[in-house]
């Protein structure tokens, strides 16, 4: 039930291409999921979230897609650059503890 | 200006030694915390701070211990140090409340020999 299960695992685009990551979750108590992106050598980083009550939100090139029904949830990097080759984490929390339940990760290779 | 920042970048120890990781954020974040990475990547948090008292405990051995001396430090102390201790830590911090940003720090390699 906190499990957050992600896929792929690992992920090559050509630049300019639309990679696509899935998560899905199975606690409905989660009210919050977002992305993070990390790179080697740093920390993860807060890329964009989502709460359940919106279906879709979008933040320059990176869009979530929320499907509350069927418990999954998407990003979708528009026009993918060769700088945005990282590793994408999405999590789910609920509640004030902020606790951040993480997927399994996709390392993205946009090559040029 | 370093928002969230750990101390050391790099710790290299041998089996049975104890060490301490610390962590500062100038943010002014009432909640703090520490994740673990493993070498497969996979986070996972252990603890979690909030006005230097402690609100999540998962379930971590004992020989890791916590210690907040005050809202912008959380500091993690392991004894008896493990092969299997060997990850990247992550000191993170946030505001209190639902769904706010954790901030991360850059990590703290640990390899145990």
């Known amino acids: 039930q906190q499990q957050v299960k992600q896929s792929p695992q690992s992920l090559i685009v050509q630049k300019g291409g639309i990679p696509i990551i899935n998560c899905a979750y199975e606690n409905t108590a989660f009210d919050y999921f977002p992305w993070y992106q990390q790179f080697p050598g740093k920390g993860p980083a807060l890329l964009i979230a989502?709460?359940?009550?919106?279906s879709e939100k979008k933040e320059g090139r990176f869009t979530i897609s929320f499907n509350k029904s069927a418990k999954q949830f998407s990003l979708h990097i528009m026009d993918s650059q060769p700088g945005d080759s990282a590793t994408y984490f999405c999590a789910a929390s609920r509640g004030a503890t902020n606790k951040l339940i993480f997927g399994t990760g996709t390392l993205l290779a946009v090559q040029p | 200006d370093t928002a969230v920042s750990q101390t050391p970048k790099y710790l290299v120890t041998q089996m049975g030694n104890d060490k301490s990781i610390k962590c500062e954020q100038n943010l002014g974040h009432d909640t703090m915390y520490w994740y673990k990475q493993d070498s497969k990547k996979f986070l996972k948090i252990m603890f979690s701070?909030?006005?230097?008292?402690?609100?999540i405990n998962e379930t971590v051995p004992n020989r890791f211990s916590p210690k907040s001396p005050d809202k912008a430090h959380l500091n993690l102390h392991i004894n008896s140090l493990e092969l299997g201790d060997s990850a990247v830590y992550f000191c993170?911090?946030?505001?209190?409340?639902?769904?706010?940003?954790?901030?991360f720090g850059q990590g703290t390699r640990l390899t145990v020999v």
């Open positions: 993170a911090s946030s505001q209190p409340g639902s769904n706010t940003e954790a901030f």
């Open positions: 989502i709460r359940p009550d919106v």
């Open positions: 701070y909030n006005n230097k008292e402690l609100i």
